[in-house]
């Protein structure tokens, strides 16, 4: 009967102690505080390191996005690891897919602010988009999708172009508001 009565009041101080860090995360673990980071290097080569990440491109066949992997320079900087994302895909693919950004796109910037929110700034050359509403669609979540698979600390992303806000891409999806990832187009 002891035995008992000391486990309920164990599981009762454990559980009581989980609901108390869960309900204070935020102070306990701030989401927009960014610890230094040091760019990271290959001890080997003193080479800025590599990792091999998904791309999102566009399916050959149309409508929807296909994954691409690449090796992608990584400093120890999540914005800068997410600019060279960008960069890569703005590249085009290398493999069995179709360009899902515009050929001459830059990226100007990337800031990751709290809560995961990334504000995205390329040049005016993503507004040139081809066809209608379905490349708009693949070209923007090529992007978002990109960034959220491989930067953990980007949850959603607005786009800017030159660093202002626009109201559309392709005139057909609104850009004011930032988008999550959509891996239900992903083939």
Same mark, same amino acid.
């Given at each position: 009967m002891k035995t008992a009565a000391a486990l309920i009041?164990?599981?009762?101080l454990l559980g009581g102690a989980g609901y108390w860090v869960w309900?204070?995360?935020?102070?306990? =673990?701030? %989401?927009?505080?960014?610890?230094a980071v040091q760019p990271v290097v290959s001890r080997f080569t003193g080479a800025p390191a590599e990792e091999e990440a998904s791309l999102f491109f566009c399916d050959p066949m149309g409508g929807f996005l296909t994954p691409e992997k690449r090796l992608v320079p990584k400093p120890g900087?999540?914005? #800068? =690891?997410? %600019?060279?994302? /960008?960069?890569?895909?703005? #590249?085009?693919?290398?493999? @069995?897919?179709? @360009?899902?950004?515009? #050929?001459?796109? @830059?990226?100007?910037?990337?800031? /990751?602010?709290?809560?995961g929110a990334a504000y995205l700034d390329l040049s005016r050359e993503v507004t040139g988009l081809p066809g209608g509403i379905e490349a708009e669609y693949l070209t923007l979540y090529s992007m978002v999708n990109t960034l959220c698979a491989n930067v953990p600390e980007i949850e959603s992303v607005r786009i800017l172009v030159e660093g202002a806000e626009i109201p559309t891409l392709g005139g057909h999806l609104d850009t004011r508001f930032p988008y999550a990832a959509n891996m239900t187009i992903v083939r």
């Open positions: 009041l164990v599981a009762a309900t204070h995360q935020d102070t306990l =673990f701030p %989401k927009g505080v960014k610890p900087d999540p914005a #800068e =690891f997410g %600019k060279n994302l /960008i960069a890569a895909l703005a #590249e085009g693919p290398k493999q @069995r897919a179709a @360009r899902s950004v515009p #050929e001459g796109v @830059r990226v100007l910037g990337l800031a /990751i602010g709290a809560k």
